[in-house]
């Protein structure tokens, strides 16, 4: 009885996770019609029985489907997921759904399990950070958004995969890497990656390098920032009279001065030194713990909500550039929600050889390529800040891209030498690397 009692708390705690992801996005008659689609299907999905109601396949047409096209199949209940190629969709449709009924369809196939996997599980490449001491991989599961969740978790947990975690979007879970493709098999699973790395630090002569002098001289002057909000996640919260009044703490905890240094660069109002003012010194900050990467996936919430348009972070996530989960969730969101501007460090792994096809080639002096350090900064619509000196010249260690897909990356580059900025206590630091 007490195993069952577990269980069942188990999956409600499930089903408050998954549910608490707000995806209010600009007005998108599809994106309309296709939640309307799942409300009125999500009765329907049997879970005692564990029959998830949809099948996920690639469906082939004759053309690439038109928005009226995709609004006929959605009245059938048929989910154009994502373009493939070659006229090819993935698309999610009921069981019930005749495909010979389909109009303009040519073919159709299952998602092959190999085709579920990041790059690196393809590869039988396990990073350190996702290995445990029993030589498990700890991996992250991305359901498809139609399917059953709790059938999903109970499905697992009688195939003897313990679920470690339950986030808003995924299963946290330990396999052997002999077990990972029959994961990849189930039905209703989406992808499959590796952990995301725990974010670390990356960096530690004043705004006129930016330009910024020539934008404001200082609050309230030219363009200092003011009426816009922006959301930094960093290591804790700040307490300098340089941010007075202007600092919205979400944090929970404090260990260190990495988010005094970032958040002096961006709002730094020169109150006691006016030479360590920041490039927006009216603006207003509100401060995140960077472990949950909340100031991102809470962005549409808090632009809504706090009139946060932009987000910053400066912490590594990897090295290499892949295409994550999270970069896709970053891609998807700025999509509907275009008023929103993501910026990050591109990283100080220029001299590495990360796991990259770009790896391999070296410079002269050391420098090598494909080295942006997380999957969010190799989304398409992230900013990617690379570290240049005061001679405006790239600094060695800045990492460079591409990343994996070859799309040119980093984005930007700015000053990132000797920053004078604020400290902890009301005292001043000198930061340098792509967070400052």
């Given at each position: 009885m007490q195993n069952y009692l577990i269980v069942g708390l188990f999956l409600i705690s499930i089903q408050f996770a998954f549910g608490q992801k707000n995806y209010t996005k600009?007005?998108?008659?599809?994106?309309?019609?296709?939640?309307?689609?799942?409300?009125?299907?999500?009765?329907?999905?049997?879970?005692?029985?564990?029959?998830?109601?949809?099948r996920y396949l690639k469906l082939k047409f004759e053309t690439i489907q038109t928005s009226e096209q995709r609004k006929l199949l959605l009245e059938q209940g048929i989910d154009l997921i994502g373009y493939l190629e070659s006229h090819s969709y993935l698309a999610a449709l009921p069981h019930t759904v005749a495909l010979n009924n389909i109009s303009g369809l040519l073919q159709w196939d299952t998602i092959a399990a190999e085709q579920k996997l990041s790059r690196s599980l393809a590869n039988n490449t396990y990073p350190n950070h996702a290995l445990?001491?029993?030589?498990?991989?700890?991996?992250?599961i991305y359901p498809f958004r139609h399917a059953s969740k709790v059938s999903l978790s109970i499905e697992l947990l009688e195939s003897g995969i313990e679920i470690l975690e339950a986030g808003d979007n995924y299963f946290k879970v330990a396999v052997l890497p002999e077990s990972i493709l029959a994961l990849a098999a189930l039905p209703s699973v989406f992808y499959l990656e590796c952990i995301p790395a725990v974010p670390r630090y990356e960096g530690v002569a004043?705004?006129?390098?930016?330009?910024g002098n020539w934008l404001s001289l200082g609050p309230g002057t030219g363009l200092d920032g003011s009426g816009v909000a922006l959301a930094i996640g960093d290591d804790g919260g700040v307490d300098h009279i340089d941010f007075a009044g202007r600092v919205f703490d979400h944090t929970e905890f404090d260990r260190g001065s990495h988010g005094?240094?970032?958040?002096?660069?961006?709002?730094?109002?020169?109150?006691?030194?006016?030479?360590?003012?920041?490039?927006?010194?009216?603006?207003?900050?509100?401060?995140?713990?960077?472990?949950?990467?909340e100031h991102i996936d809470q962005a549409v919430n808090n632009y809504q909500e706090l009139g946060t348009v932009i987000?910053?972070?400066?912490?590594?996530?990897?090295?290499?550039?892949?295409?994550?989960?999270?970069?896709?969730?970053?891609?998807?969101?700025?999509?509907?929600?275009?008023?929103?501007?993501?910026?990050?460090?591109?990283?100080?792994q220029g001299d590495t050889d990360c796991d990259n096809p770009y790896g391999s080639i070296e410079l002269p002096n050391g420098v090598r390529f494909g080295n942006?350090?997380?999957?969010?900064?190799?989304?398409?619509?992230?900013?990617?800040?690379?570290?240049?000196?005061?001679?405006?010249?790239?600094?060695?260690?800045s990492s460079r891209g591409p990343a994996i897909d070859g799309r040119i990356k980093p984005d930007l580059a700015a000053s990132g030498s000797g920053q004078r900025t604020t400290d902890q206590a009301n005292s001043y630091q000198v930061a340098s690397g792509t967070s400052a």
């Open positions: 600009k007005e998108d008659p599809i994106d309309f019609q296709r939640s309307q689609l799942l409300i009125q299907n999500a009765s329907m999905v049997t879970d005692s029985n564990h029959v998830d109601y949809y445990d001491e029993e030589g498990s991989v700890l991996l992250h004043g705004r006129q390098q930016q330009r005094d240094m970032t958040a002096g660069l961006a709002i730094g109002g020169g109150n006691l030194d006016p030479k360590a003012m920041g490039i927006a010194p009216a603006a207003l900050l509100h401060l995140y713990n960077i472990e949950q990467y987000t910053s972070t400066s912490f590594w996530e990897g090295c290499g550039g892949d295409y994550t989960q999270a970069a896709r969730e970053l891609d998807l969101q700025v999509n509907h929600s275009i008023s929103l501007l993501h910026c990050f460090s591109a990283g100080n942006i350090t997380g999957g969010r900064k190799a989304a398409k619509h992230s900013i990617a800040v690379a570290n240049i000196s005061q001679h405006d010249s790239l600094i060695l260690n």
